[in-house]
């Protein structure tokens, strides 16, 4: 498909899903002022009803995952690796299910944390990743002020020793990030310049190499560790309850060079960087001449125009081409004059598709070559102020980017726009440049006088000298002048700064402050494999369809979410991405995941990510975010994009995911395709590298899909494949139809927009996706869903509670999910065409701030079920919100065994079976 998917699989985007903006603030510490209680309910449907889960119910009920008594966190010692790679302590291996809190979420009171850890406990939660708590000031951070942020406040501490106290003695282990959004504000230790970084993730950066702020950061990784919990009687170094320490959140130099966060460093923290840069530069070359030769400095004669009637004057637009997708509607034609009197061309686009890239205006037939320099320029405007993007690109499947392609920000005025010169790191015979980003917002868009051509100088800028230490730090944009061989040594610059911060943190918490946890760097995606194979457990994050703001980052009334079902898109799917950046002899951790409210299809979340963590049989999943909140515990309605605990879908489905994974019902990959992934290799991937995704197994020319098969693992210095290992060569991938090598678990997208996932064990049965009328047979039993509002999606799941099969004496869970809502909630096609409930699949949906008001509302699902079970006694419960026995199902006795039906008239989302 043309152009870029807006619906991202990402590792985290920071956008992700950790990061936080002034928006935020107002969503989650003032959630009330994200209701709709003016707004009519757009079609409440008879298959809706309401369903809220209590936020502090921990009764013994059927879903209750913890029905024997519950050993406290850290009973049998400390978490370690065993000899395998996986978590362990000393009874044997062990599995994390969890959930972060965030801000105002990490200090409840007392009587709270009392009863949030017992509900956490009873969804099989086992533990908590405490994350954003060194943003603000009490009560929504760690601090007594952050005017400047030095000292630790009393009173939230108390908090946190009390919740993780409480959490500990219901089982729940703790994971503390150090360094996530603390805005380092400059006190008597920085120097003046850190004031004029006005982004908390950029000064995070400058805090991997200045010295002043690595400093603050041990100062605040002791105070918080070698502090003594008075309800446990321990230092958080001491406590096996503490199971990781994470030392910085999605953050890397080399990430912050791609994401363009080192292009504007104030005048003392780039002189720090171009010192150190420098004094790197003269240990590796004795000269000027000796750096030019071994960077490729060459300068190109100018050459001829590429474009073909870039400047319009051959009097029509052709062989310019216009892109039109989805319900993108738009024209072109010759309008005006652009600068100069030269001719212009406009752009008028009359209707949005759902995408960004849904229309585009671009010329192909370019024959592009690597290490070449190329200039761009032209003329645009538009008639309101809007961000159009610039770029080359293939002209043919998979048409991926080459290597540039640039934001431009037009006004209602001409401006000139120049880009010159640049490298491309791909030579492409059939190539195009590309104006896109233009299928969201109707409008018109003007270009005049656009021309490419090669020419100039490549690998230094005019001035640069070694003698004099005048080499300048490459940034994101003006290293597009640089040649590979400079861009390598940029890259071993950044990877030994980063590697001396990330080898001094991890020392002085297990030497210094003498942790006994288990450490974390960041995510594989911000980092390297190798950097951080330093470290005791390999990161991921991710997040399917997160929220997009196309104007200005975390715009809370201005933003879209693609309302896309994942299970539609194995080549994309989330799952996937995370299968390549497990590294072997490690365990493995998703510390943050999710598919971003309020996508309608969010009740696959954890379905799928249980399923294949399995498959690769990873160690940690930590969902993003049980809450964001300072208190409204009982919110009762869907409060965001990310927050669980009051979303009533995702926190059922937390019942037979969890099962699954911490009780191991779904069985390991049998092969494993590793991937030899030395440091030294590196290097050379960065080259075609960007942020949020640095290098990873799919660097190395692997099928992603492949994880859906096997189990997937990197194979980094200091470790040999194993001799039966497959290589990436020997898997022949499908298309569409993807079963595991256990042949448990089966991905069905055979059927465009109708994609169905099964699992099938022993002890949990899921089927997700699109699977109305159609009949899945299982051992034992067969199940038939029904229609449903979503055009037959539905997620539905069997759980084995006790006993060992449907046919023997036991007791099964049923969970049934579809769509969700809040009640007179707000719907748009964005940016602000109303649609009905439930919005249309592919969409790009908004809520502004209309999220709805409380109760929520879930819809209830039809579907048969049969069971062969001709001599047993069979009783069906439709549940309460609690788990609590609220209405018995009728079970008739039919040839073969028995049959019952679930629909939405028992305004369930779980039933109980018990065979006797």
Same mark, same amino acid.
């Given at each position: 498909m043309k152009g870029n998917f807006s619906c991202i699989k990402i590792d985290t985007f920071i956008l992700t899903p950790g990061i936080i903006v002034l928006w935020i603030l107002i969503l989650f510490l003032f959630p009330g002022c994200l209701t709709g209680n003016s707004s009519p309910d757009q079609n409440p449907g008879k298959e809706l009803f309401d369903f809220v889960i209590p936020w502090d119910d921990d009764s013994k009920t059927a879903i209750n995952v913890h029905q024997e008594p519950i050993s406290p966190a850290g009973k049998e010692g400390f978490i370690i690796v065993n000899a395998d790679g996986h978590l362990a302590d000393r009874k044997g291996r062990v599995r994390f299910w969890g959930v972060n809190t965030c801000f105002g979420a990490n200090f409840p009171s007392h009587k709270d944390a009392e009863k949030i850890a017992r509900h956490m406990a009873k969804f099989g939660i086992n533990i908590v990743r405490f994350h954003h708590m060194d943003m603000f000031p009490a009560p929504n951070g760690i601090w007594e002020s952050t005017s400047p942020d030095r000292i630790l406040d009393n009173k939230q501490l108390d908090k946190l020793d009390?919740?993780?106290?409480?959490?500990?003695?219901? @089982?729940?282990?703790?994971?503390?990030n150090l360094l996530v959004s603390r805005p380092f504000h400059r006190g008597t230790e920085l120097h003046p310049d850190i004031e004029k970084v006005k982004d908390w993730k950029d000064r995070a950066v400058i805090g991997m190499f200045d010295e002043d702020i690595i400093k603050l950061q041990k100062r605040y990784a002791k105070d918080l560790l070698t502090h003594k919990n008075p309800y446990t009687g321990q230092t958080y170094t001491e406590d096996p309850a503490l199971a990781f320490i994470e030392i910085n959140n999605e953050n890397g130099l080399i990430h912050a060079y791609l994401n363009g966060q080192l292009d504007d460093l104030p005048g003392y923290y780039k002189e720090e960087l171009e010192t *150190?840069?420098?004094?790197?530069?003269?240990?590796?070359y004795s000269n000027q001449e000796e750096l030019e030769e071994a960077w490729n400095v060459t300068a190109y004669s100018p050459g001829n125009e590429m474009l073909v009637n870039g400047d319009f004057t051959a009097q029509k637009v052709q062989p310019w081409n216009l892109e039109k997708h989805d319900t993108a509607r738009a024209t072109t034609e010759l309008a005006g004059k652009g600068p100069g009197g030269n001719p212009a061309v406009k752009i008028d686009i009359t209707a949005p598709g759902s995408l960004s890239w849904h229309i585009q205006f671009n010329q192909s037939g370019l024959a592009i070559q690597k290490n070449v320099p190329y200039n761009l320029k032209f003329f645009a405007k538009a008639d309101k102020e809007r961000v159009i993007t610039a770029g080359i690109a293939m002209a043919h499947s998979p048409w991926q980017g080459l290597g540039f392609q640039a934001n431009v920000s037009l006004t209602k005025e001409w401006q000139e726009f120049v880009f010159s010169p640049f490298t491309l790191h791909t030579t492409d015979a059939a190539s195009r440049l590309n104006f896109s980003n233009m299928g969201l917002e109707t409008g018109a868009v003007w270009l005049s006088g656009v021309s490419l &051509?090669?020419? @100039?100088?490549?690998?230094?800028?005019?001035?640069?000298?070694?003698?004099? @230490?005048?080499?300048?730090?490459?940034?994101?944009? &003006?290293?597009?002048?640089?040649?590979?061989?400079?861009?390598?040594?940029?890259?071993?610059? *950044?990877?030994?700064r980063e590697e001396s911060y990330w080898t001094g943190m991890r020392d002085y918490i297990k030497k210094e402050c003498k942790a006994q946890s288990l450490v974390f760097g960041t995510i594989v995606g911000c980092s390297t494999p190798s950097l951080m194979s330093g470290f005791d457990v390999i990161d991921s994050h991710s997040y399917w369809c997160h929220p997009v703001f196309p104007h200005q980052s975390w715009d809370y009334r201005d933003w879209y979410v693609e309302n896309q079902c994942m299970i539609n898109f194995p080549e994309r799917a989330t799952v996937t991405g995370l299968s390549m950046k497990a590294v072997q002899g490690f365990p493995h951790a998703v510390s943050e995941y999710n598919h971003s409210h309020p996508n309608t299809f969010q009740a696959e979340t954890f379905f799928l990510l249980a399923a294949y963590a399995s498959l690769q049989d990873w160690d940690v999943l930590i969902p993003f975010t049980y809450s964001h909140r300072t208190n409204e515990w009982g919110a009762g309605r869907i409060p965001n994009y990310f927050d669980i605990d009051q979303n009533p879908v995702k926190l059922a489905s937390f019942i037979p995911a969890a099962q699954a994974f911490l009780k191991y019902h779904i069985q390991p990959a049998r092969k494993q395709v590793s991937i030899p992934f030395p440091g030294d290799k590196e290097i050379e991937l960065l080259l075609t590298a960007h942020a949020w995704k640095l290098v990873d197994a799919s660097s190395k020319d692997i099928d992603e899909r492949t994880g859906l098969i096997h189990r997937v693992r990197l194979i980094t210095d200091g470790r040999e494949p194993d001799t039966h290992d497959l290589e990436p060569g020997d898997v022949s991938v499908p298309d569409r139809v993807f079963e595991s090598d256990t042949k448990e678990i089966l991905w069905d997208a055979s059927k465009p927009g109708k994609g169905v996932f099964t699992v099938n064990t022993e002890k949990t049965i899921f089927i997700a996706g699109f699977s109305a009328n159609e009949t899945f047979r299982f051992q034992g039993i067969t199940i038939q869903p029904g229609n449903t509002l979503q055009d037959g999606f539905s997620c539905i799941?069997?759980?084995? *509670?006790? @006993?060992?099969?449907p046919g023997k004496p036991s007791r099964f869970l049923i969970t049934a999910l579809g769509v969700e809502d809040n009640n007179h909630s707000k719907w748009y096609k964005y940016p602000d065409t109303p649609v009905p409930f439930p919005p249309p699949s592919g969409a790009a949906v908004t809520q502004k701030e209309y999220y709805g008001d409380p109760p929520s509302r879930v819809e209830g699902i039809s579907a048969q079920f049969t069971l062969s079970v001709n001599d047993k006694a069979v009783s069906v419960w439709a549940l309460d919100a609690k788990g609590g026995r609220q209405g018995e199902v009728p079970v008739a006795r039919k040839e073969g065994g028995i049959r019952f039906a679930i629909g939405p008239e028992y305004k369930a989302v779980w039933y109980e079976i018990v065979v006797e």
């Open positions: 009390y919740f993780i106290f409480q959490l500990k003695q219901n @089982g729940i282990y703790a994971d503390l *150190l840069w420098n004094n790197w530069l003269k240990k590796r &051509k090669q020419g @100039g100088t490549i690998g230094i800028v005019p001035g640069e000298n070694l003698e004099t @230490g005048t080499i300048e730090c490459f940034t994101f944009q &003006k290293s597009r002048c640089r040649t590979d061989e400079g861009k390598k040594d940029w890259f071993r610059f *950044l990877m030994e799941a069997l759980t084995l *509670l006790e @006993g060992e099969s």
